[in-house]
């Protein structure tokens, strides 16, 4: 028995889904150790920090309240203060936390969080700070037995790392090359989560999926790897994030047209309507390129959902720039969009551009985006009108509701639902107060 048996952990999460799949695993980890879960810091025994350093807010948040653990430590010298994530792998970040918090006990990078265990029992023996930050992975880094948040939607690592090197982005200098998992190993895990854990969505993860495969020996591109999942006998959904522009082939639409196991939704940042800006951000495709994916995707599904992300403010924006960003919106009509504030990230090469556009104005800019993505979705509503849509039943406040690929809500008011969690047909019969309800179409 370790002193680590029955005492309590609490894993604090930032970032992307990413690093909450990465805290799943860590729970996984801590629960091997006989470790039970609690969400209140001043209870846990071992606490972990899992940051995020894609913008300097995210390091800003992590940095603050890691500040404010220090009494916690005071009160109680036996808790373990541990910090992992990407804001550990930065080479010359904004906060370098081992020196600078010395009541952080263990601090390891994106590529050793499996070895979490051995770290924990090294330090309960000679109560020496731990400092182990890899560049690249040792072996495998997948860990067994995840214990996942979500009971209905199941995060699954296919690829890590980012080869693409956009100008404004720290992903490819904390998280590595592009490192492909074996296509065997997804299909285990996918296959045990849908038919032993009754998991009813698969939402595949990687910077860029479309890469997946590029690395490895054996001959597999991401559709084709989408296409054997699909052959997993169950009644569960696929979905999958992020996809980059430039290597989403026709293949891909197909498959998502084909196969009614991948949900019809799709991420596709675009980060900007303008050429020059995506020539400076180094995205490697224009408008034109990105607009003709969009048109076949909406062609070949009509009930895709469309979801993007944005950066505004990047170095050189011009007004100009930015309208074409307007514009952009105007033409696509996403279901959602995520609009960020350009973020200067030491290391990068937009960090060094001139022109950078003042704090002020980005925010001018974002708020306009926000304003207008919030009219263009009031007014999509309407397209879901008479509308059938395969839905994932649930019930909430006694009431069956149909949850859409795209995560839009419709109201099936007077059905009596018989099961949890099932799909279904659901044609949209009535839109109140931006509301939608519908009926079981059989
Ligand atoms: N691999 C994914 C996600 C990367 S991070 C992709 O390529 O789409 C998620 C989003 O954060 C990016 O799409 C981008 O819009 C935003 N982002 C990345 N770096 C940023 C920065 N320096 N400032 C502001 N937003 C940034
Ligand atoms: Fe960052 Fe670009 Fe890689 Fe996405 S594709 S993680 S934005 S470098
Ligand atoms: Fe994700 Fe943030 Fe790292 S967005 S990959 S947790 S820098």
Avoid: W
């Avoid at 559709?223 to 082939?249: N, V, Y």
């Amino acid at each position: 028995m370790t002193k680590f048996e029955g005492r309590n952990y609490c894993v604090v999460t930032y970032g992307c889904q990413m690093n909450v799949h990465e805290s799943e695993k860590i729970r996984g980890v801590l629960t091997s150790l006989g470790m039970l879960e609690t969400d209140n810091v001043n209870k846990a025994m071992v606490i972990v920090f899992n940051t995020c350093c894609v913008r300097e807010g995210a390091e800003d948040r992590a940095y603050n309240n890691l500040i404010a653990l220090q009494n916690i430590k005071k009160e109680n010298p036996d808790t373990i203060i541990v910090v992992c994530g990407c804001m550990t792998q930065q080479k010359n970040g904004k906060y370098n936390i081992f020196e600078r918090l010395p009541f952080v006990d263990i601090v390891i990078g994106t590529y050793n969080i499996n070895e979490l265990g051995d770290y924990l029992l090294r330090y309960a023996k000679k109560k020496q700070r731990i400092i182990e930050i890899l560049d690249k992975p040792r072996g495998d880094m997948d860990v067994e037995n995840a214990v996942r948040d979500d009971k209905i939607n199941a995060y699954v690592n296919i690829i890590y790392g980012c080869n693409k090197f956009c100008t404004y982005c720290i992903v490819p200098y904390v998280r590595g090359r592009e490192q492909s998992r074996k296509p065997q190993d997804i299909y285990k895990e996918v296959k045990d989560l849908v038919q032993n854990q009754g998991y009813k969505y698969i939402t595949l993860l990687g910077q860029n999926v479309n890469s997946y495969g590029k690395d490895l020996d054996e001959k597999i591109t991401f559709s084709q790897l989408l296409t054997s999942l699909c052959r997993i006998e169950g009644d569960f959904k696929i979905k999958f994030m992020t996809s980059h522009p430039m290597d989403l082939g026709d293949d891909l639409i197909k498959v998502m047209k084909d196969e009614p196991k991948v949900a019809k939704t799709l991420h596709l940042p675009v980060q900007s309507g303008s050429n020059a800006m995506l020539k400076q951000m180094n995205r490697h495709y224009d408008i034109k390129h990105y607009m003709r994916i969009i048109k076949r995707c909406k062609r070949l599904i009509p009930n895709i959902s469309l979801s993007t992300d944005i950066i505004v403010g990047f170095p050189g924006e011009t007004e100009k720039d930015f309208n074409q960003t307007i514009k952009l919106l105007k033409r696509v009509k996403y279901d959602q969009i995520f609009a960020f504030m350009y973020s200067k990230r030491s290391g990068t090469p937009a960090a060094t551009f001139e022109n950078q556009v003042p704090e002020a104005e980005k925010k001018i800019r974002v708020n306009k985006l926000l304003r207008l993505q919030k009219i263009i979705q009031q007014e999509k509503n309407k397209k879901y009108f008479k509308r059938t849509y395969n839905c994932l039943i649930k019930q909430q406040n006694g009431v069956a509701i149909g949850i859409t690929d795209g995560g839009k809500e419709i109201y099936i008011p007077g059905y009596k639902y018989y099961n949890q969690n099932y799909f279904a047909n659901v044609r949209v019969e009535g839109i109140r107060n931006h509301k939608l309800s519908g009926v079981i179409d059989e």
